[in-house]
């Protein structure tokens, strides 16, 4: 693996791949969703579902004030017969229809013959649905894509100064951990006699296992902007 790359994902960037993956996946599912309810707005059938349960679940106050202070979602389960047996769904309604029907009601619904399981209650929700997911989808992944820009110019920083940074030996001043990760504050003097500190990559305990305050370790800074500075074990494979 080239350094660059073996820099950027000790520093962290193994987690700017998992927001655009995830953040792909969210979109794709959403473009899916967006493309069954062309489909249901196309060939659509109306037909009949009996509701067979009514949930209403208190929010706690906080989620409230997110839903336009709506302390309380409304849920109905619901069975309709298709060619292939018994369907069984359910679907977030408002307050309004919740109370509108009764357990064993007969309501309205509009699904696909072929694919019963695309379906919905209201007109539109699955495409609100759809664009709702689609919009995530694409937060997700310009989020991945920002951090994981932030996290290129740190490899790239570190991988030149791999080759040309200037060698320093620096004391460990601190070091901190964080559930199973941790991660050294080292200081260094400069020729010049100033002092210079820096961080190492927060890394798996075991990286940083017999290292304690005090020790020296070998970093790697800037000429001529020397408050840049790495660990010589982020930027290295260790041997």
């Known amino acids: 693996m080239k ?3 073996l820099i950027f994902l000790r520093a962290g960037g193994w987690i700017a791949v998992l927001f655009v993956w995830l953040g792909l996946i969210i979109a794709a599912s959403g473009v899916l969703t967006l493309q069954n309810a062309a489909r ?3 060939n659509g059938q109306m037909t009949s579902a009996r509701i067979t349960k009514k949930t209403a679940q208190e929010l706690s106050p906080t989620a409230a004030q997110d839903t336009n202070n709506s302390s309380i979602d409304y849920f109905v389960e619901y069975m309709l017969a298709t ?4 369907l069984t769904g359910q679907a977030k309604v408002n307050r309004e229809y919740y109370y509108s029907v009764s357990t064993g009601a007969v309501v309205s ?3 696909l013959a072929e694919s019963p399981d695309v379906h919905e209650l209201y007109e539109g929700d699955l495409k609100r649905s759809g664009q709702a997911t689609s919009v995530v989808g694409v937060g997700f992944t310009g989020l991945g894509l920002l951090i994981t820009f932030g996290f290129g110019l740190i490899a790239r920083q570190g991988a030149r100064l791999l080759m040309s940074g200037a060698k320093v ?3 460990v001043i601190k070091k901190s951990s ?3 990760i941790t991660r050294l504050k080292f200081s260094f003097k400069l020729p010049d006699g100033r ?3 820096g ?3 927060w890394r798996f305990g075991r990286v940083h296992k017999g290292i304690k305050p005090r020790d020296l370790i070998e970093v790697r800074y800037d000429r001529a902007q020397t408050s840049t500075s790495f660990w010589q074990e982020d930027l290295t494979r260790r041997k």
């Open 3 to 5: 350094p660059i790359y």
């Open 40 to 42: 249901l707005a196309e």
């Open 83 to 86: 060619p292939n047996g018994p």
């Open 109 to 111: 619904l509009r699904y």
């Open 169 to 171: 030996q620096a004391t």
């Open 178 to 180: 964080f559930v199973l």
């Open 195 to 197: 002092t210079e500190t």
């Open 199 to 201: 961080k190492s990559f």
